[in-house]
């Protein structure tokens, strides 16, 4: 596709609930990763796939959290049980894996847990 | 490891003043460096990065930064300020010799414009 696509834009799910949140990036694109970006801050790294190898997770904040990317496509991060603590802005970026560094974001996925 | 610092979470001026975004980074090898801008309600949009080659880097809009080695600086700046500059904007440092493109953000700055 032409950018980034994240789905859904927003979500509100109630304490304990499980949620998925997807990310299309650029066709083509090796590199996708995940930021969490909570109110007034700056985006926070949670994990990185290089096509459909998860090469580092060590931004995820809790064994709640899983990503997925079996086909090296389209990513899914997970989160089980929710808290109130995961309400945030989730973005997707991703890139060509070729190390010139810029990362194309996605509009972000904007989940309140009530 | 890796970490940036923006000096002031807000930042006003007036319309047709220059604007001065601060950012210092802190990289263990030489690093590659961004300026994003964020939109209320939008993803991160690239105004221009470092990547070793001119340290006077010049990006959309007519933003420019200039990397300072000396000064482990990044600071983004313009001449003159429009309303529609009003934004977040995110300083971020990358270690290409990884083979990764990971970006490590500041908390970022909010500039507002006034008329």
């Known amino acids: 596709g032409a950018g980034v696509s994240q789905s859904p834009r927003y979500k509100v799910a109630k304490r304990g609930q499980d949620v998925a949140l997807r990310c299309d990036p650029i066709?083509?694109?090796?590199?996708l990763f995940w930021y969490q970006q909570a109110l007034g801050q700056g985006p926070e790294f949670l994990t990185y796939?290089?096509?459909?190898?998860?090469?580092?997770k060590s931004g995820l904040p809790s064994d709640r959290f899983f990503a997925e990317r079996p086909e090296g496509s389209v990513s899914t991060l997970k989160i089980q049980r929710t808290q109130q603590e995961d309400s945030a802005v989730y973005l997707c970026?991703?890139?060509?894996?070729?190390?010139?560094?810029?990362?194309?974001f996605g509009e972000g996925s904007r989940l309140t847990v009530l | 490891a890796q970490s940036v610092t923006q000096l002031g979470s807000h930042v006003s001026v007036s319309e047709g003043a220059l604007v001065l975004l601060r950012c210092n980074y802190s990289?263990?090898?030489?690093?590659?460096l961004f300026w994003y801008v964020q939109y209320p309600n939008q993803g991160l949009q690239l105004l221009l990065k470092?990547?070793?080659?001119?340290?006077l880097v010049k990006g959309i809009n007519g933003f420019e930064a200039e990397f300072k080695k000396s000064e482990t600086s990044f600071h983004l700046t313009k001449p003159s300020a429009h309303m529609s500059d009003a934004a977040e904007y995110f300083c971020?440092?990358?270690?290409?010799?990884?083979?990764?493109?990971?970006?490590?953000f500041g908390k970022g700055t909010k500039l507002t414009v006034n008329p």
């Open positions: 470092y990547t070793s080659a001119a340290t």
């Open positions: 066709s083509g694109h090796v590199s």
């Open positions: 970026a991703s890139g060509s894996g070729r190390g010139a560094g810029e990362l194309f």
């Open positions: 971020a440092v990358s270690a290409p010799q990884g083979g990764s493109e990971k970006l490590v």
């Open positions: 990289s263990s090898v030489p690093p590659y």
């Open positions: 796939f290089q096509n459909e190898a998860q090469l580092d």
